[in-house]
């Protein structure tokens, strides 16, 4: 016969007590993130993005520290396979002569939640020596550098981190990918990108079995 004490209740209680108090705190973590993405107000200047970079004769380049960076080195993927050349450059690389990679040509992004990145204003001051017309910033703080430096910003908004100490980006990662998402979608269906240009790019693994078409070669998997 299986006994169990009212130590083992007790515990059990406070276990299941724990596990509800993690899922509940994953949740409100969720709906914060959820919430902030809702939140964008997609005016004019984010139309006025996409028709610039629609219209750029280079590459887009992108641009980011930290957190921020992975997303821009994400962005310019997804873009490449979205029929838009793009490039990251990383803000301390650029320094040590990647920055060689920019032409008079891109259009720069650049992307700072706080807008005061240091190694991120110093590359847009030097690209604009190299002949760079046109930087979009994408930022939250109502003032930082990054928007005097920017010809158009893309305004996160005002974002109240989910984080207990409430520092840990993770709204605001989340809002920042939902732009950079919404940015290459918009750009790939004006650009009329079909299937199969679309597996030319992207033409392996997954994606790039569901992308194939007769027209697109590729070897044969085992």
Same mark, same amino acid.
């Given at each position: ?25 994953? @949740?409100?973590?969720? @709906? ?8 964008? %107000? ?50 301390? %690389? ?27 204003? %110093? ?66 269906? @004006?650009?009329?990108?079909?299937? %199969? ?26």
């Amino acid at each position: 016969m299986f006994i169990v004490s009212a130590r083992d209740t007790i515990g059990f209680k406070f276990i299941q007590g724990m596990l509800l108090d993690i899922k509940e705190r994953m @949740q409100a973590v969720l @709906q914060a993130e959820a919430a902030a993405i809702n939140a964008i %107000e997609l005016d004019d200047t984010f139309v006025r993005a996409v028709e610039i970079m629609l219209a750029c004769k280079g590459k887009i380049v992108t641009t980011g520290m930290g957190k921020a960076g992975y997303l821009a080195h994400k962005f310019a993927a997804t873009l490449c396979s979205t029929a838009t050349p793009a490039v990251f450059i990383h803000p301390a %690389e650029a320094a040590h002569g990647d920055l060689g990679l920019v032409a008079a040509n891109d259009v720069m992004l650049a992307f700072s939640t706080s807008g005061k990145s240091r190694e991120v204003i %110093e590359i847009l001051e030097l690209s604009r020596h190299l002949g760079v017309e046109t930087v979009i910033g994408v930022t939250s703080h109502p003032e930082s550098d990054l928007r005097n430096l920017s010809d158009f910003v893309l305004d996160m908004g005002v974002i109240k981190e989910p984080c207990p100490l409430g520092l840990t980006p993770s709204a605001s990662m989340a809002v920042m990918q939902a732009i950079t998402d919404a940015i290459s979608l918009a750009l790939m269906e @004006q650009k009329g990108v079909t299937k %199969e240009e679309y597996g030319l790019r992207h033409h392996g693994g997954y994606l790039g079995r569901a992308a194939r078409t007769d027209n697109v070669p590729h070897r044969e998997e085992k």
